[in-house]
């Protein structure tokens, strides 16, 4: 058996520096755990303004068609509220090469964006109903 001159015992524990290394990979890793959460919370309004958005132009849609309106070809602007939030929409009627049809685009976008991003843009078409 050998024995050394010098007995050093070793304390059960962590150094230091074990600590630091252990306080910053945690720290790096609730960094990271936050920025994912914050851009979970920033998607999930993105996709309440675009569903938002996409009723607004629906709506539009199934109202020109409930009443059988036959609009002028041109453009025409408005504002409406949906959930809370203001939005924009343009509807522009164009020709189409059958004359008892009109193509209509409505455009729904946010007033609060200057970039003039197009939140929903649906397409549909209007028929021209005889009235009697």
């Known amino acids: 058996m050998r024995h050394s001159k010098y007995n050093f015992t070793r304390n059960a524990g962590f150094t230091l520096l074990e600590t630091l290394v252990a306080l910053a990979i945690l720290a ?13 919370t920033n998607h999930a309004e993105d996709m309440r303004i675009r569903v938002l958005a996409d009723w607004v132009a629906q709506n539009h849609l199934a109202l020109h068609a409930a009443r059988g309106d036959w609009i002028s070809v041109g453009i025409q602007n408005g ?3 949906q959930g809370g939030i203001r939005l924009l929409w343009q509807e522009e009627i164009i020709t189409t090469p059958n004359p008892a049809f009109r193509r209509i685009e409505i455009s729904i976008s946010d007033p609060a964006d ?10 549909g078409y209007l028929v021209e109903v005889p009235r009697k």
């Not at 790096?28 to 979970?40: K, S």
């Not at 200057?114 to 397409?123: A, E, K, N, P, V």
């Open 79 to 81: 504002e409406e509220t």
């Open 114 to 123: 200057s970039s003039g991003h197009i939140l929903r843009r649906l397409s």
């Open 28 to 40: 790096i890793a609730l960094a990271a755990v936050l920025r994912a959460t914050g851009a979970a």
